[in-house]
């Protein structure tokens, strides 16, 4: 296994939405990175329909390319510029085409992209989306246009976003932008700003709007969602200066997600990403709750080693990580768990990569995203300490985690081996056109003979067989969800 990204399946694909009638230009737009990319190129294309783009997946025939970027290690930049360098080869044949940078990369690299490059006509920060039109007015008019600014209170809640190569069932909806929490390895707070929450009924509105469209499942999205807490706008670290009426009417995430789940109960509701130092008992008992909130928990734990931890500024320790799995398994039985690990940190011995082997035995989680350490310029990381664990011994580490996080996988999809599990029929298997393939509650990916279910449908599976990170099956009748 390589390292892996949070969507293997959409990375870098074009995605279209319908053509809105009247409008003549082409958008060719590519996401990269996290979950809230995607999401993100949904407002971008919303906003860019309105300008009169209509999105297309050839990039040869667009008058506007944007790539949607990630800097959240190097491999992510530089799989981006190869991907510039095609679009101005394009560029060459078609100069009447503009390319333009989106997100965390736009951020990071700013005017740099115009000043020294020269590969790109337009730089936009995550927080500058609804500029769009005017600075595509500039490039049309000739002019360079870079706007990065970040913003205190821009969460795109009135921005009904647009649904790129949608199958129709599952949706992304933000409900934070930005991070507070600064651990030192990590280029997102500087790319995406300081941590604010959207408007609970713009949240709301946007669920129902989709319910009402016939989609089935929504993931709520923040890089900490956690730590949500609407008090009437503003970042949550003024929270201490909030009105007292503000503070006795905010929302808390778990009270977010009960209003969600209470509101679609026919609809699934997951999250991402939760943090283990922000995570709070009532979220996991909302969860046991509703039966629409699906029992799984994305809790990236980056190391086994509480003396690597707090060189991560990471605000937990490996005893209270293991505390939650346990108050977890006891509040949610049979809750899907998945991590994030980063191998090869400065100054991770042998003992503390031990460590985070012994604790990944201690939960088995169902799967992990796993990552070899990359420094980033300008974090505390790589300010203070020194990328000092040498290649072959992260890679070695690495494969040592993957192996174990295969053995855990397989440990899962085994014991499921004969049980009944609830699947929403998401799209057809990669691998055969005679089977769906879907998800249980706890995130597994299950594939089963088509019969005449289709894809929307919530369907009882009975596991016959598995692969280490698949179950497979027969379905046996509808889900009294249906
Ligand atoms: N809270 C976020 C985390 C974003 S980054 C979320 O919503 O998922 C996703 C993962 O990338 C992190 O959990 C971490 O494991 C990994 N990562 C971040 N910075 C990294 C770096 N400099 N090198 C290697 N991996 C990194
Ligand atoms: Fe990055 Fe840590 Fe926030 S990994 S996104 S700073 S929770």
Redesign the pocket.
């Known amino acids: 296994m390589e390292e892996k990204v949070i969507d293997e399946t959409k990375q870098g694909q074009s995605l279209t939405l319908e053509a809105r009638k009247g409008n003549t230009r082409k958008l060719f737009i590519e996401s990269y990175g996290c979950q809230m990319n995607f999401s993100d190129s949904e407002i971008v294309a919303s906003i860019l329909a309105n300008e009169g783009f209509n999105t297309t997946t050839q990039l040869e025939e667009a008058d506007l390319v944007l790539v949607n970027t990630c800097s959240?290690r190097d491999k992510a930049e530089q799989t981006v510029r190869k991907r510039l360098e095609k679009y101005n080869a394009v560029k060459r044949i078609n100069p009447g085409m503009k390319v333009g940078v989106l997100g965390c990369m736009a951020e990071r690299l700013k005017e740099k992209f115009l000043d020294e490059e020269k590969i790109v006509d337009m730089v936009v920060g995550p927080d500058a989306y609804k500029d769009l039109p005017n600075l595509l007015k500039e490039v049309d008019e000739g002019r360079d246009a870079v706007n990065v600014i970040l913003s205190r209170d821009e969460t795109y809640g009135d921005i009904s976003p647009v649904r790129l190569g949608t199958n129709g069932i599952n949706a992304l909806v933000s409900i934070t932008r930005g991070?507070?929490?600064?651990?030192t390895?990590?280029?997102?707070?500087f790319t995406?700003g300081r941590e604010r929450s959207r408007d609970p009924l713009s949240i709301l509105n946007e669920v129902a709007d989709l319910a009402k469209k016939g989609f089935k499942e929504v993931t709520l999205l923040g890089?900490?969602v956690d730590s949500y807490l609407w008090y009437g706008g503003g970042l949550k670290k003024d929270f201490k200066k909030a009105s007292e009426m503000e503070k006795a009417t905010a929302t808390s995430f778990s009270q977010l997600l009960a209003m969600v789940a209470e509101a679609h109960p026919k609809m699934r509701i997951r999250f991402s990403?939760s943090?283990p130092q922000d995570m709070t008992e009532d979220v996991l008992h909302t969860m046991a709750k509703y039966d629409n909130i699906c029992n799984s928990i994305h809790l990236?734990f980056?190391s086994g080693s509480t003396r690597i931890l707090k060189e991560m500024?990471?605000q937990h320790t490996r005893e209270e990580y293991m505390q939650l799995i346990d108050k977890i398994n006891e509040i949610i039985p049979e809750c899907g768990l998945s991590q994030?690990i980063i191998t090869g940190f400065p100054t991770e011995t042998e003992e503390d990569h031990q460590d985070t082997l012994s604790l990944m035995e201690y939960v088995k989680f169902n799967f992990g995203f796993m990552f070899k350490y990359s420094e980033r310029p300008g974090t505390m990381a790589a300010r203070k300490l020194e990328d000092d664990i040498p290649e072959e011994i992260k890679k070695r580490r690495l494969t040592e985690i993957v192996d174990a996080q295969q053995r855990h996988s397989a440990y899962h999809t085994n014991r499921s081996l004969g049980k009944v599990v609830e699947v929403l029929i998401e799209r057809e298997s990669k691998k055969s056109n005679a089977h769906w393939s879907g998800r249980n509650p706890q995130n597994l990916v299950v594939v089963f003979p088509k019969e005449d279910y289709k894809p929307g449908d919530f369907v009882m599976v009975k596991v016959t067989d598995c692969t280490s990170a698949t179950l497979i099956g027969e379905a046996i009748g509808y889900s009294e969800n249906n």
């Open positions: 959240i991070c507070d929490n600064m651990c390895f990590c280029v997102v707070p995406r890089q900490n990403t943090n990236p980056q500024n990471r994030d």
